[in-house]
């Protein structure tokens, strides 16, 4: 008897021990909108939702956001719904330095 009593108390205390079951969270796809800190009065713009001291883009088509999550994602449970990056839009500049000139100073390489 003593001895089942301690095989169940090891059973109980290694249950215990466990972390509970995690949920499934959002399935499907899903991304991380991006999201800046707002300064002074500073309202958010137009393609934004305002989420605390922080202005967040809002989501693509097929995509709903949630804020309760820490960082704010949009996700989707569509299985076709397709997350399509911005694209940067820098483009350097076009002139070539006259034949004797150097750079800015520092660029040696």
């Not at 991006?34 to 989501?59: F, H, Y």
């Not at 996700?75 to 750079?103: E, I, Q, V, W």
Request: with cysteine; aromatic share 8%.
């Amino acid at each position: 008897m003593n001895r089942k009593a301690i095989w169940l108390g090891f059973l109980v205390a290694g249950l215990a021990a466990m972390p509970p079951a995690l949920a499934q969270g959002k399935k499907g796809a899903y991304y991380e909108p991006s999201q800046r800190l707002r300064t002074g009065m500073e309202t958010c713009l137009k393609d934004e939702v305002m989420n605390g001291a922080n202005c967040v883009k809002k989501c693509q088509a097929d995509f709903k956001l949630d804020l309760t999550s820490h960082p704010p994602i949009c996700f989707s449970n569509r299985p076709d719904a397709r997350y399509d990056p911005p694209r940067p839009t820098f483009a350097p500049p076009d002139h070539k330095l006259p034949p004797g000139k150097k750079g800015p100073p520092g660029n040696d390489g």
